[in-house]
Nanobody, 124 residues
Protein backbone atom coordinates (compact mmCIF):
# COMPACT_ATOMS: atom_id res chain seq x y z
CA UNK A 1 0.00 0.00 0.00
CA UNK A 2 1.15 3.53 -0.74
CA UNK A 3 2.00 5.30 2.50
CA UNK A 4 2.27 9.04 3.05
CA UNK A 5 5.05 10.50 5.14
CA UNK A 6 5.16 14.14 6.21
CA UNK A 7 8.35 15.98 7.09
CA UNK A 8 9.59 19.46 7.89
CA UNK A 9 7.70 20.31 11.06
CA UNK A 10 9.61 22.20 13.75
CA UNK A 11 9.38 24.95 16.32
CA UNK A 12 9.60 28.46 14.90
CA UNK A 13 8.99 32.07 15.88
CA UNK A 14 5.96 34.11 14.83
CA UNK A 15 6.60 35.58 11.41
CA UNK A 16 8.94 32.78 10.37
CA UNK A 17 8.54 30.61 7.30
CA UNK A 18 8.51 26.85 7.05
CA UNK A 19 8.07 24.32 4.25
CA UNK A 20 6.43 20.97 4.83
CA UNK A 21 6.75 18.01 2.50
CA UNK A 22 4.80 14.82 2.04
CA UNK A 23 6.11 11.87 0.07
CA UNK A 24 4.08 8.92 -1.17
CA UNK A 25 6.08 5.71 -0.82
CA UNK A 26 5.61 2.11 -1.81
CA UNK A 27 3.85 2.12 -5.15
CA UNK A 28 2.40 4.04 -8.04
CA UNK A 29 0.60 7.18 -7.04
CA UNK A 30 -2.07 8.98 -9.04
CA UNK A 31 -4.60 10.56 -6.68
CA UNK A 32 -7.40 12.80 -7.79
CA UNK A 33 -6.26 15.39 -5.28
CA UNK A 34 -4.18 15.94 -2.19
CA UNK A 35 -4.65 18.10 0.83
CA UNK A 36 -3.17 19.39 4.03
CA UNK A 37 -5.13 19.30 7.27
CA UNK A 38 -4.12 20.29 10.77
CA UNK A 39 -5.18 19.51 14.30
CA UNK A 40 -4.40 21.66 17.31
CA UNK A 41 -4.70 20.34 20.88
CA UNK A 42 -8.32 20.14 21.94
CA UNK A 43 -9.61 20.95 18.48
CA UNK A 44 -11.00 19.02 15.56
CA UNK A 45 -8.88 18.38 12.53
CA UNK A 46 -9.43 21.18 10.02
CA UNK A 47 -8.83 21.78 6.35
CA UNK A 48 -5.82 23.88 5.37
CA UNK A 49 -5.25 23.55 1.62
CA UNK A 50 -5.88 21.21 -1.29
CA UNK A 51 -4.68 20.77 -4.85
CA UNK A 52 -6.01 18.78 -7.78
CA UNK A 53 -3.29 16.36 -8.78
CA UNK A 54 -3.51 16.86 -12.53
CA UNK A 55 -5.01 20.29 -13.11
CA UNK A 56 -3.32 21.99 -10.18
CA UNK A 57 -6.36 23.91 -9.00
CA UNK A 58 -5.91 24.97 -5.38
CA UNK A 59 -8.11 25.85 -2.44
CA UNK A 60 -7.24 27.36 0.93
CA UNK A 61 -8.82 27.88 4.30
CA UNK A 62 -9.47 31.60 4.79
CA UNK A 63 -7.00 32.10 7.64
CA UNK A 64 -4.04 30.89 5.54
CA UNK A 65 -4.85 32.60 2.25
CA UNK A 66 -1.97 34.78 1.14
CA UNK A 67 0.40 33.10 3.60
CA UNK A 68 0.42 29.42 2.63
CA UNK A 69 1.03 27.89 -0.78
CA UNK A 70 0.32 24.28 -1.65
CA UNK A 71 2.28 22.71 -4.49
CA UNK A 72 3.17 19.31 -5.86
CA UNK A 73 5.69 17.30 -7.84
CA UNK A 74 3.74 14.61 -9.65
CA UNK A 75 6.83 12.85 -10.98
CA UNK A 76 8.29 12.44 -7.49
CA UNK A 77 4.93 11.83 -5.80
CA UNK A 78 5.49 14.73 -3.44
CA UNK A 79 3.27 17.37 -1.93
CA UNK A 80 4.48 20.59 -0.31
CA UNK A 81 3.12 23.33 1.89
CA UNK A 82 5.05 26.58 1.99
CA UNK A 83 4.01 28.48 5.10
CA UNK A 84 4.98 32.14 5.47
CA UNK A 85 4.32 34.65 8.24
CA UNK A 86 3.46 31.92 10.68
CA UNK A 87 1.24 32.75 13.63
CA UNK A 88 0.77 31.03 17.00
CA UNK A 89 -2.67 29.90 15.83
CA UNK A 90 -0.93 27.86 13.12
CA UNK A 91 0.46 25.57 15.82
CA UNK A 92 -0.83 22.07 15.12
CA UNK A 93 0.01 18.64 13.85
CA UNK A 94 -0.12 18.89 10.06
CA UNK A 95 -1.33 15.92 8.04
CA UNK A 96 -1.16 15.29 4.33
CA UNK A 97 -3.87 13.24 2.69
CA UNK A 98 -4.59 11.74 -0.71
CA UNK A 99 -7.98 11.37 -2.34
CA UNK A 100 -8.61 8.63 -4.88
CA UNK A 101 -12.10 9.67 -5.92
CA UNK A 102 -13.83 12.90 -6.87
CA UNK A 103 -15.27 14.88 -4.03
CA UNK A 104 -15.24 18.07 -2.03
CA UNK A 105 -11.57 18.41 -1.22
CA UNK A 106 -12.17 20.59 1.83
CA UNK A 107 -13.85 17.60 3.50
CA UNK A 108 -11.93 14.94 5.39
CA UNK A 109 -14.24 12.23 4.09
CA UNK A 110 -13.01 12.77 0.54
CA UNK A 111 -9.59 11.41 1.49
CA UNK A 112 -8.76 7.76 2.04
CA UNK A 113 -5.00 7.83 2.63
CA UNK A 114 -3.43 9.81 5.48
CA UNK A 115 0.03 10.40 6.81
CA UNK A 116 0.99 10.30 10.48
CA UNK A 117 1.48 14.05 10.78
CA UNK A 118 4.29 16.44 11.56
CA UNK A 119 4.31 18.91 14.44
CA UNK A 120 4.52 22.64 13.76
CA UNK A 121 4.90 24.88 16.78
CA UNK A 122 4.82 28.68 16.47
CA UNK A 123 5.63 30.50 19.68
CA UNK A 124 7.71 33.32 21.08
Amino acid sequence: QVRLEESGGKSVLPGDSLKLACEARGGSFSPTGMGWFRQAPGRDREFVAAILWRMGTTAYEDSVKGRFTISKDNGRSKLFLQMNNLKPDDTAVYYCAAANRPGIFQHERTYDNWGQGTQVTVSS
